[in-house]
């Protein structure tokens, strides 16, 4: 018999604290300091490091299925500034560094491999959350020593000696794994509460790739190999001695080639109220928008932190935006917050005044499903997720251009969609769903 249908159902991710911590360590990161350069002009530090991907992982299935692999759309965020990083799946704050140790509390996501149509009613992927400890032996060798749980106490650990060599347009990052897991965290993962393997060690050899196409265009790939410790292969329905993983995607990253010091975009806030609607995305960008008739309602703030001021040598300021969304409760819906972490892109058209178009790309987390979107998942047989992709588009218009006042000068008047989705059911990491739900909203956006 297989043993998908068996797993227990794990507790829901919850990482709403760290989602709190990572908006104001970003603000903290940042260098939000205008230094003026000439009248009328400012600038802001630029960060060292920045990037958006999207790419499809693929991973063979080390249990009795009846599916030996499983895919999944993946989206990464990347960013690194002073002691912030967010690096794809994991991101993290080195509260103590030197020339040669770093000391980093950091979180970093763990997929559950199973057969794709178990995985919207099975979530044991999750966000395991501790600290990592760094040694650079070297520019091109370091050892990391990790201790990590999951969100029931379930430890593991590990050791993980890198390389990094890059040469012209390739980066090439091999690294050893070398995992302790403890019996609970085994007996759980492996074992799935049916057979208990105990603690043990496995080992993982991997790689990590990375090409510079042209500009801010990269290519990124991923392979590694996990080989089972002899107890956890001799549980009966563990199917293989090993587990690959294979990563392929593509980004947008800064141009190393071209690296900048300064930006001429400076930071925002926007303040912003939305109304729910019961159209999908397609109908609303066709102008075919059914009001909801509980008219339920959010409040949103989000920050702009600068990333660059072109994208692909075009004009395209583009940003790091967390947000925090509030949900108004309703006759059907009791109040809930949202956190978001999203790359925001603005391309700016300065006639007859100036107008933008926004397009922003990210992750939403929710701390209680509202109305809309618990009723979608209900009509198309879905168990709900909490973490979903977001999307956002926007045209705004600056007022203080357009009525020539000047205490309005950089404050912008815009309306935006407020998207959550599961990318069409691509992705466990999303719960394997389908639909989501939307938002018509105005803001107001201010630059400093």
């Not at 903290?28 to 490091?49: I, L, S, Y």
């Not at 208990?196 to 991997?206: E, H, K, L």
């Not at 926007?394 to 309005?408: A, E």
């Amino acid at each position: 018999m297989k043993v998908c249908k068996k797993i227990i159902i794990g507790k829901q991710l919850k990482p709403i604290f760290l989602s709190l911590l990572i908006s104001l360590l970003i603000l903290m990161g940042h260098d939000g300091r205008c230094e003026e350069k000439t009248v009328g002009q400012h600038h802001v530090d630029a960060p060292e490091k920045w990037g958006l991907a999207m790419g499809i992982r693929s991973a063979t299935i080390p249990f009795d299925a009846n599916k030996s692999t499983v895919n999944d759309v993946v989206p990464l965020i990347f960013y690194e500034n002073g002691p912030l990083f967010i690096d794809g799946l994991e991101f993290g704050y080195r509260v103590w560094e030197t020339e040669k140790w770093q000391l980093s509390p950091f979180a970093r996501y763990r997929f559950f491999d199973i057969p794709k149509e178990y995985q919207n009613e099975i979530r044991e992927s999750g966000l395991d959350v501790g600290g990592q400890f760094t040694y650079l032996f070297t520019d091109w060798f370091h050892l990391d020593a990790e201790l990590l749980s999951d969100q029931s106490g379930r430890w593991h650990a590990n050791l993980v000696p890198g390389f990094k060599w890059e040469q012209g347009r390739w980066e090439f990052r091999p690294s050893a794994r070398f995992r302790w897991k403890s019996a609970d965290f085994n007996n759980r993962y492996y074992g799935l509460g049916r057979e208990r393997p105990g603690s043990a060690v496995d080992t993982q050899i991997a790689a990590d790739i990375r090409f510079h196409v042209w500009r801010n265009l990269y290519l990124l790939g991923r392979g590694s190999i996990l080989f089972l410790d002899s107890d956890t292969r001799n549980i009966s329905f563990v199917d293989d001695s090993t587990q690959a993983e294979a990563f392929l995607g593509i980004g947008f990253f800064n141009d190393k080639t071209e690296p900048v010091d300064t930006l001429a975009s400076r930071p925002y806030i926007r303040l912003a109220h939305g109304w729910g609607t019961e159209s999908n995305l397609g109908e609303i960008v066709t102008g075919n928008t059914e009001s909801d008739p509980y008219n339920n309602q959010l409040t949103s703030v989000f920050f702009g932190v600068p990333l660059a001021d072109e994208l692909f040598t075009l004009p395209i300021a583009t940003y790091l935006t967390p947000g925090l969304v509030h949900h108004h409760s309703s006759d059907v819906q009791d109040r809930s917050t949202e956190y978001v972490l999203a790359v925001k892109f603005y391309y700016t058209i300065k006639w007859p005044t100036p107008w933008r178009l926004g397009f922003a790309e990210g992750l939403s987390y929710l701390d209680r499903i509202p109305y809309l979107e618990e009723k979608d998942m209900q009509e198309k047989g879905y168990r709900s997720s909490q973490l979903l992709n977001f999307l956002d588009f926007s045209i705004d218009l600056d007022l203080g251009k357009l009525f020539r006042v000047q205490w309005m000068e950089d404050l912008w008047l815009g309306y935006s969609i407020h998207h959550r989705s599961g990318i069409f059911s691509t992705s466990s990491a999303f719960g394997r769903i389908s639909g989501g739900s939307n938002y018509n909203t105005v803001y107001l956006q201010y630059h400093w």
